[in-house]
């Protein structure tokens, strides 16, 4: 036997010393008193978007290719995404923080690829404990949809009631087919429905009826929307060749308006002016002059700038910064005579006023003239304390109530934003707003709690998952790690050529392809949103931050040095370091 | 993918290196992507304090702190006595600092690489001897300010891949603390090849740069995608390949995070970019080269 064989372990360790003892005896997060915390933030597209849709959220689900989760993210606040993906004014696009980095996210696209391609019932969202109560809902258009989804999603029971034969308003009978398709339409509609809401179909409400109403149902939410045409005011507006907007539109048969027609004047410059020209251009065919002329600067309609581009496609002439002053002709309409005009927009009321601009006039030949500058709501029926008699809407407050506590009212009919999202919101917030009143709630304070951001909109997932979220932060461009993103160009969906859209009224966007939403929803930097990068985790020096499933990470404040290396490096800026005691 | 329940993280909390070190994170990838069966070799570098101080150890592997100038042949030494008693499941990793592969161990890593001994050699490159005060080491960059060359270092960074490319080693990789997937990856590549293989990975360290603790990382990223340490492996010396497609911004969005590069002027700047340009070139060359002769 040698010496060395002789050497026990313990007397290795006098020529070799052996560290057996574990740093974590060290609590090295004494060092510093900066700690990280993971929390969401809002997104701006999800504060600016009327309907509230959890945006980064839900494109995370595409992003991996499954659309049956992101449908089912939408549907908590958004009863309508195939709609809203058609025809939205995508106020989230303007404020995407990509914007600033590239392009923006085509989230419109995104949100009916989205509706198209994902398969999703909604969640059920009150608990069995909740009072249930009983509302009528009329008229079926986006406000009266979503007031009834949201109301049904909380348990109560909802009669739609619809003077018309089908159900979907201004939707159906506004909005025309290549828009936004029936089948479209119908789908939306019947997966509202099959929450077991009542539709009775073809009952115009009126005073005796709505006494009825009154009597059976504890609740009742005005949706009628906005339906008679504003006109023009000048004397000589009288005749048949002239017509208005959504009255052409629902017309059963608008194309005897049109037919043998060679110089149509479409007057206005919003989203249904321009659905005006395009009907009309369809109708027509293409050897028909159609002109459409607005008071606004060109580029600065208030049409959505992607329907006004397809409308020039259409060959339909666009001429801004005029206004009509006379419609010439005896018997038969002939000319339309313009003045040149501009609109200053007040800077405190934010209302558009007309003011005579410099120019010659314009003599426009005219032998149909189709009016589309703005509807006004029919009151007529409805109690006399509910109503504004000088702009000829609805009263209603921040929580969707009317003057009298049991009418609640939204969309057009209030004279607010004339959008589709705009009028879901108002739907989902009278919806909110009787649910908690039902139960006892105050929406006074609940209500602006569940607001997003700075915003208007509103979110009902935040009120089911409270706190999961913070709604008052929005995530500015600055504050995200762009280090990790890569320029790329936006995917656009494809468009039928417009050769063919000029006698067709079938859908002219095809939307995006299944793979090419998946990578446009990879482009989404999710700002605010955790959508498990680990990065945070992988790169704690100190390993101090502990994975605990999906998503969900801890931090150890024992021995985290506050170095805000996770904070620095999320690109999402879901971390941020506070003090700790 | 980072898989659940499948790697786990072997090294502890509590260790002594600074707050924001690129250092800690690059040895924690490193050991996740070995995994358990591991034993590592480390010499004095920052590496040696964070992984023990006497008696305590921050690592749940076997661990041999040899000296300064023989981690390459400790391992070598280590991975023999392993085979000749039959442990070929057990990998054998060399953990050194800039100062001990570019200076100190130079001679004995050429060695064994050389003889294409079986052990990983992981150089965590944080450009000076950041350990003992910041002095310079021929890992530092031109123009980079340390405590022995104040006014800027005058000769260029020794480009050690090359060197180790010469060596016809069967693996030689880049690596960056900003790509940890990219990074375990590499790792667990190099573990699965027979022979010599050698890491190259930049750890910004936030005392001896002069920048802000939490920028480590995102200085590895800036290093990264300006193309000053471009991602990059060499199979057999020949075999060149890019693993990552750098966006090539300005070298000044990388240089102007840190205070070793604050006396530099926008002539010294330009005149890194064009290293970099060059450096960057002569790299994509060997790649489109071995990309014809491939094709051929």
Known sequence: ???????????????????????????????????????????????????????????????????????????????????????????????????????????RSLERAIADYGCATPQICSSPTDNKTTIAVIGSGPAGLSAAYFLALFGHRVTIFESRAEPGGVLRYGIPEYRLPGEVLNREIGRILALGIDLEKGVRIDSERLDDLQDRFEYIFLGTGAWLPQKTGLSSENRETIQYGLDFLSHEKKE????????????????????????????????????????????????????????????????????????????????????????????????????PGDGNDLLVDADLVLIAIGQLPDTGLFLPEIVDKDFSKVFVNDLGMTPSSRFYAGGDLTRKRPAVADAILSGKRAALSIHLKANGYDPEIIIPALTLGQGSSLSISAYIEAGLIDLKKVVQFAELNTLLYRKTGAEHGTKSPPETRRTDFSE???????????????????????????????????????????RIYRVDKDYCKGCSICATVCPRHVIEMEESQ | MYKENTVEDLMRSGHFACPGCGVAIAMRLVLRALGRKTIAVIIPSCAS???????????????????????????????????????????????????????????????????????????????????????????????????????????????????????????????????????????????????????????PCATGWRMAENLTVNAAILSVETRIFPLYEVFDGKKYGITYEPQGLPVEEYLKIQGRYRHLDAGQIERMQTETDEEWESLYRHVTDCQRKGAL
């Not at chain 1, 990065?535 to 502990?546: E, H, Q, T, V, W």
Request: aromatic residues 6%.
């Open chain 1, 1 to 107: 036997m040698t010496t060395q064989e002789n050497l026990r372990a313990a007397d290795y360790e006098t020529i070799i010393p052996v560290s057996r003892a574990n740093t974590k005896v060290f609590k090295t997060g004494q060092w510093s008193q900066k700690k990280p915390t993971h929390h969401p933030k809002l997104s701006p597209c999800r504060e600016a978007c009327p309907v509230g849709n959890n945006i980064p959220g839900a494109l995370a689900h595409v992003s991996k290719g499954d659309y049956n989760a992101a449908l089912a993210l939408i549907l908590q606040e958004n009863p309508l995404p195939g709609i809203c993906g058609r025809v939205c004014y995508h106020p989230c696009q303007t404020s995407c923080n990509r914007n600033q980095f590239d392009e923006t996210v085509e989230i």
């Open chain 1, 256 to 355: 005897i308006f049109c037919q043998g027609k060679k110089n149509i004047v479409v007057i206005g410059g919003g989203d249904v002016a321009v659905d005006v020209a395009r009907t009309a251009r369809r109708l027509c065919g293409p050897g028909t002059v159609i002109t459409m002329i607005a008071p606004e600067k060109e580029g600065d309609f208030p049409a959505i700038p992607e329907g006004l581009a397809e409308a020039e496609d259409e060959r339909i002439r666009i001429i801004g910064e005029y206004q009509p002053i006379e419609f010439i002709g005896n018997s038969h309409l002939e000319k339309v005579r313009f003045v040149r005009t501009k609109v200053e927009k007040d800077r405190v009321t934010g209302r558009y006023t007309l003011l």
């Open chain 1, 508 to 550: 002219v966007n095809g939307g995006l392809e299944r793979k090419a939403a998946i990578d446009e929803a990879k482009r989404c930097f999710y700002c605010g949103s955790c959508i498990g990068c680990d990065l945070c985790f992988l790169l704690c020096p100190d390993i101090s931050i502990a994975k605990e499933g999906d």
């Open chain 2, 49 to 203: 304090i964070i992984a023990a101080t006497h008696p305590h150890s921050a690592l749940e592997i076997p661990a041999f702190h040899g000296t300064f100038e023989t981690a390459a042949p400790t391992a070598a030494g280590i991975s023999y006595a392993l085979k000749i008693r039959g442990k070929s499941d057990i990998t054998v990793v060399a953990i050194a600092g800039d100062g001990g592969t570019f200076d100190i161990g130079l001679q004995s890593l050429s060695g064994t690489a050389d003889r294409n001994e079986h052990y990983i050699y992981v150089c965590l490159d944080n450009e000076a001897y950041m350990n003992t005060g910041i002095q310079a080491s021929s890992a530092t960059p031109r123009r980079a300010w340390t405590i022995t060359t104040p006014a800027g270092r005058s000769a260029r960074k020794k480009n050690i891949m090359e060197i180790m490319a010469a060596h016809r080693i069967p693996y030689a990789a880049t690596a960056s603390i900003g790509y940890p997937q990219d990074l375990m990856d590499k790792v667990q590549k190099a573990k699965g090849i027979e022979g010599t293989k050698f890491l190259h990975i930049l750890t």
